[in-house]
């Protein structure tokens, strides 16, 4: 009955509009894979900004929030730094500030080109063998900026997921009341595996000016 009722919501939107938005916000949720290199270096997540244009306040505001503690478990578990620094401590004079600026967070829906002709000339056996029903378009986009304690730019990196996703109705993004959280996750671990290569141990630059 739910995936009826969720089915005939989403018609109905696309009915009326040709598409439906939504902003990915996650939950990014675990790290799909590990950092093969732990920094020897803290990590404090700054608060995650959120530049995509068309936002209201409030989204922003919300998103940060959210968003911010999403990613500081995130960079918690995936290994990249030693440790994670949390308010009210503050970073180490090894410690680094992860600032995350997210750029673009557009989700859209609409309707698969072929979904229609193909279900009536299958007579609906499209449908019950997964055809696609919906393209999901993702347009993700964000920057991430590592500085030390004082301020100083150490590394940066900028990254992009865009893609167009066939949804059937046995996919898991059929129902998906959180769209883009998958992508979302893989931006930031996108971000982080372009960025801390950047970083070097404070071992070796301690060692580069001996």
Known sequence: MKRIFYAMTVVFGLSLTGCVSFTPLGPIGEPVSKATTTLDRGAEIGDVVISAPALNDNVRAA??????????????????????????????????????????????????????????????????????????????????????????????SVEQVKLDKNVGLWNPDYMNTRLGAAQLRDLIAQLLASATPQLRNPSRDLAAHE
């Open 63 to 156: 998103g940060s929030k959210h968003l911010t503690e999403q990613i500081s478990a995130y960079v918690e578990r995936s290994d990249y730094f030693k440790k994670t620094v949390v308010f009210p401590v503050k970073a180490g004079e090894d410690d680094v500030i992860l600032k995350f600026n997210l750029t673009s967070l557009a989700g859209k829906r609409t309707m698969h080109p072929a979904y229609i002709p193909g279900s009536v000339l299958t007579l609906t056996i499209w449908i019950w063998a997964n055809g696609p029903i919906y393209v999901d378009k993702y347009d993700l986009a964000g920057e991430l900026v590592i500085e030390d304690r004082n301020g100083k730019q150490l590394a940066k």
